[in-house]
């Protein structure tokens, strides 16, 4: 349709996508043959990359996802095979007119199968590198820590000297949190981020993905996070929801992936309608685009599919989604 060209065309910024959640099941498949991995023989899910993509549309909730995520990163071993994964979203997200990406990736769950934070990392720089070259694509990495494992976990990897390194050289801009919600409220990690504020750290955090608005406000008055990731349980707390107007603080919303995790039933139930009236900022984004069945720009159409945006309203957030961003003025100038 001209709508799906106009929204293609709008110069936009992705916020959360997690470089891992980009492992598409035919990447899977030719990794897990290239590197001799064994894929799990217990579920008929891993017979073939069509089973597993039926599967993919029978989500339960975000753990029932997490496991397949997980497994997934047993085929990652080589510094070749994070950048190959990389590139691929790269190339996607310039098909769908990303002009710079802010890119998660969680290193605990690479460090603790024996696969080095610096193999990792020298993948992703590697796209990273190719994706400006080649796509003008600008970039930042983001460390994702995980809240299922122990605070201890976490503040060991902060402190590891390769990750301290890559902090102080400005290869890493911030810091979020991802994995399981419901049972790890923000301000159990408190100390992380506090470190990392103290290091002069861009904060974010996954908060009211499954969990409740509560989440969202310790994310923001107790860790002192300036974005919030998914945070559409925002729109259960009217006055909380006047503070983040008043903040300024952007909600980097994932729609298709809202709906096969189960956090609602349809895309018209993102309240993204809400948020407008009331002049919540957000982005709108593809969270895990390999496992959610759609890269931004499949987002940016589920929306409008659903909401019969306007054009203004469009461009507002296409600007918004540049404003929020963490790269400097000068980039953000380019590209508004
Ligand atoms: N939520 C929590 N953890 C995650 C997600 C998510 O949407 N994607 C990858 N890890
Ligand atoms: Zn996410």
Redesign the pocket.
Known sequence: SPFHAFLKALPKCEHHI?L??ALTPSLLFSLAKRNSISLPTDDPSFASPEALIERYQRFTS?DD??QY?YIGFSVLLHSSDFEALAWDYFQHASDGGVHHAEV?F?PQAHTSRGVSYTTVLSGFQAACSRAERELGITTELIT?YLRHLPVSDALAMFDHAEVQESYRNGSIRGIGM????LDFPPELFQELFDKAREQGLRLTT?AG?EGPADYIATALNNLGVERI??GIHLADDEELMKQVVARGTLLTI?PM?NVV?RCVKEVKYVPIRKFLNAGVKFSINS??PAYFGGYILDNYCAVHDAFDLSIAEWESIARASIEGSWCGDERKQEML
């Open positions: 997690h891992e959640g975000l996802f997490l995520y998660f969680d994702c991802d994995s399981s919600e996954h993905e990731d998914h994932c992936s995790l969270d895990d």
